[in-house]
């Protein structure tokens, strides 16, 4: 990082300027950790990047504005370049405006109070607060001045010594319009007089409809896929009352556990085929899916093989609890466990290690990555905009999937993950079942 400074023109009175510019900027996240990484025998995972590869350059006359969502690292830069303006306003709420920017220019002029004063004269006129010099700052419990002029001073507490560069975090944050505005035209300003301003501002996607419809969209895989799963349950006393009927039917030899678990899967295969149908034609084309017959079979088909995933856990657990009760608690913890581990809540980077094996058997995972490929991959995928800023895209499908950590070739693979989990729920219910048959016979 570079801090270059212009000469001062003694002749025209004008102060020392400067510009700020950073080329390939990284900040890492480090631990205490690291520093006794020799105490671990297997090497400590690094901390990812912060920021990396930063390029900026902030020039005398400017507004230098570093745009961004929450958590990208907006105000860690500011906080590598230097001090800077803070988003909350540290003001003492019994002190006037006057007395606050009095108390702070005392501190900056050594004691010289005539400069002082003078000086805050001048800022109260150029802030606009000559109309509530007099009135307290005020607090939470007491009433005083509003956001948008307490945001002002703030900014005149690191005016007071004329400063030839000002750095602000997300100055407009918390806002209503009126007061932002007058806050981005007091930044003009200062940045025609003063030097330059770099502050941070919080981007929100949003008002950008393409990102509404995003969000709308994976908030109903989500949504669906937690209907799907938790209606599954219904079939809990079914199988329990069948259950008691197998166990005297098969002790006596009148026919085999396998004809059951074989002849009931069969059974709920077309029926169910029918409740996904009845579920997917409407919502598919409602929500304002793509708009493909391709798409809409692979999303018809990935609901069917939920709600037989969802079933085939019920009749694999129906076997083994002794009451509809302890069914019901228990299907009911594992169905929040997978979804709380699909990734949807927590990413899997974020997941602990020892955590992570319940990500991989998450009835979620699998199928809500099936939704995202069907809706977002293929060749439309990388022409179609989901966030755009400006006019100009910046999100497309295919870079969207690979921020998911996604590629299109999973289409087919996690469905074939699905039917492993089908089969080998049914295969864990047999052996359940013939081993209570058994006991019974003896």
Partial sequence: MELLTKAQNTMTGKKTQYRIKTKKLCYRLSSTVDQFKWLFKREVTPKAYILKNVNFEARPGEITAIAGASGAGKTTLLEIVAGYVT????????????????????????????????????????????????VRIGSESNRGISGGEKRRVSIGVDLVHDPAVLLLDEPTSGLDSSSALDVALLLKTMASTQGFVLGTIFMNAAN????????????FFAFSLTFLMSSATEGLPIYLQERRILMRETSRGAYRISSYVISNTLVFLPFLLGVALLYATPVYWLVGLRREIDGFLYFSLVVWMVILMSNSLVACFSALVPNFIMGTSLVAGLMG???????????????????????????????????????????????????????DCILYGDWFLMQQGLKPSQKWINLGIMLGFIIGYRWLGFLILWYRSYRISK
């Fill in 87 to 134: 988003q909350e306003e540290a003001l003492f709420p019994l002190l006037t405006v006057e007395e606050t920017l009095l108390y702070s220019a005392r501190l900056r002029f050594h004691g010289v109070h005539q400069k002082a004063t003078a000086r805050v004269s001048e800022l109260l006129r150029e802030l606009g607060l000559q109309h509530v010099a007099d």
């Fill in 208 to 219: 950008d409809p393409r990102r509404a419809k995003l969000q709308t969209q994976i908030g």
């Fill in 337 to 391: 466990s997978f979804f709380l581990f699909s990734g949807f809540f927590i990413p899997k980077e974020d997941i602990p290690s020892y955590w992570t094996f319940m990500h991989y058997l998450s009835l979620f995972k699998y199928p809500l990555e099936c939704f995202l490929i069907n809706e977002y991959g293929g060749e439309q995928g990388r022409r179609r905009c989901l966030q755009s800023v400006g006019g």
